[in-house]
């Protein structure tokens, strides 16, 4: 069992940089691959980002184009991701998953799910 806590959400204006955190329970948490994912109001959850378990394989949504970037911390049982640049966009609960693919990239490859952070982005 992997408990999942996502952290470092809030109000950005348009421009700014957010670093979300997602802290994992557990011993195992390198046995897992992770991804991001985000939900705007109205649509349905969407793949944003994903690492696999040592950290050294990424993926990106088309949408992202360089201004995100996953990394993970093993040692500290923890997932991260830096955006920058945000746009009003980007405003969604951004959830991370864990799961046991290479690199998770859907919703059906993560078995454990956090509660989410809110991001907002002002313009």
């Known amino acids: 069992q992997v408990q999942l806590v996502e952290s470092g959400g809030g109000l950005v204006q348009a421009g700014g940089s957010l670093r979300l955190s997602c802290a994992a329970s557990?011993?195992?948490?390198?046995?897992?691959?992770m991804g991001w994912f985000r939900q705007a109001p109205g649509k349905e959850r969407a793949f944003v980002a994903g690492?696999?378990?040592?950290?050294?394989?990424?993926d990106y949504a088309d949408f992202v184009q360089g201004r995100f970037t996953i990394s993970r911390n093993n040692a500290k049982n923890t997932v991260y991701l830096q955006m920058n640049s945000l746009n009003p966009e980007d405003t969604a609960v951004y959830y991370c998953?864990?799961?046991?693919?290479?690199?998770?990239?859907?919703?059906?490859?993560?078995?454990?799910w956090g509660q989410g952070t809110q991001v907002t982005v002002s313009s």
């Open positions: 998953g864990a799961g046991g693919a290479f690199i998770v990239t859907t919703g059906a490859d993560a078995v454990y």
């Open positions: 557990g011993r195992t948490f390198s046995s897992y691959a």
């Open positions: 690492i696999s378990r040592s950290g050294g394989s990424t």
